[in-house]
């Protein structure tokens, strides 16, 4: 894990003139000699936890500012601070940065559907990482849409995400809440008629209009 993330997310809020980051641990587990951690962060009365089981609270605290620094800095890239740089990216690095806003171009209406999905509460794709083995993508969820069919409701600060297959046009539901972190949404299907307007002006607001006021399964 990159140890500048702390430091990015410290400049970012001093220079948003905002709350300071504010760390405490979510989550201690495991025997004395191979604990595990997750930790969440508070940045201006927004959460972020880090993914995964870390082998440190410095290793969580930097994961979880890695999350809170990516969200922010997505809302206004135009002031994203500078930071130390990066190292070199790894093959699998630059390719996750190549595709991490957007599926492929043949696939635009599946991701423009999740998109009008999560932004109808308040939500926004913060990032579609690359497809695995099976040609699914992951599709992180971040802004105030947490709804989690597990609990039947929206999390209070953690996350959920997606898992899509274009090809079939499905997707399912997962979250980064520790006491969901094994639950899966049944596949639902994203409806047919959800496709690029390639015809008139009309018929695009139709279809536009017909997603707005479709209930979600």
Same mark, same amino acid.
């Given at each position: 894990?990159?140890?500048?993330?702390?430091?990015?997310?410290?400049?970012?809020? $001093?220079?948003? +003139?905002? *709350?300071?980051? /504010?760390?405490?641990?979510?989550?201690?587990?495991?025997?004395?000699?191979? $604990?595990? &951690?997750?930790?969440?962060v508070e940045?201006?009365?927004? /959460?972020?936890?880090?993914?995964?089981?870390?082998?440190?609270?410095?290793?969580? =605290?930097?994961?979880?500012?890695?999350?809170?620094?990516? #969200?922010?800095? !997505?809302?206004?890239?135009?002031?994203?601070?500078?930071?130390?740089?990066?190292?070199?990216? *790894?093959? %699998?690095?630059?390719? #996750? @940065? !190549?595709?991490? @806003?957007h599926l492929?171009? =043949?696939?635009?209406?599946? %991701?423009?559907?999740?998109?009008?999905?999560?932004?109808?509460?308040?939500?926004?794709?913060?990032?579609?990482?690359?497809?695995?083995?099976?040609?699914?993508?992951? &599709?992180?969820?971040?802004?105030?849409?947490?709804?989690? =069919?597990?609990?039947?409701?929206?999390?209070?600060?953690?996350?959920?995400? &997606?898992?899509?297959?274009?090809? +079939?046009?499905?997707?399912?539901?997962?979250?980064? #809440?520790?006491?969901?972190?094994? &639950?899966? *949404?049944?596949? +639902? @299907?994203?409806? @047919? %008629?959800?496709?690029?307007?390639?015809?008139t002006q009309?018929?695009?607001?139709?279809?536009?209009?017909?997603?707005?006021?479709? !209930?979600? =399964?």
């Amino acid at each position: 894990m990159h140890t500048a993330w702390k430091n990015r997310l410290q400049e970012y809020c $001093q220079k948003q +003139k905002i *709350s300071l980051p /504010s760390y405490r641990i979510q989550n201690q587990s495991g025997p004395p000699h191979n $604990q595990r &951690f997750k930790v969440e962060v508070e940045v201006n009365n927004q /959460s972020y936890t880090s993914v995964g089981d870390c082998l440190s609270k410095k290793e969580a =605290e930097q994961c979880a500012a890695k999350v809170a620094w990516e #969200d922010l800095t !997505a809302r206004a890239p135009e002031i994203i601070p500078q930071g130390e740089p990066d190292p070199t990216p *790894s093959y %699998e690095q630059a390719i #996750d @940065n !190549a595709v991490k @806003n957007h599926l492929p171009e =043949e696939y635009t209406s599946v %991701e423009e559907y999740i998109e009008t999905m999560v932004k109808s509460n308040g939500g926004h794709i913060r990032k579609i990482s690359p497809p695995n083995a099976y040609g699914e993508y992951k &599709f992180e969820i971040s802004g105030s849409y947490r709804d989690c =069919e597990n609990v039947g409701r929206p999390h209070r600060k953690n996350q959920i995400y &997606f898992i899509v297959d274009p090809t +079939k046009r499905t997707y399912w539901q997962r979250c980064h #809440d520790p006491d969901c972190s094994k &639950f899966k *949404s049944a596949v +639902k @299907n994203i409806p @047919n %008629e959800y496709i690029i307007c390639t015809n008139t002006q009309h018929e695009c607001d139709t279809t536009t209009s017909t997603l707005s006021n479709r !209930a979600i =399964e």
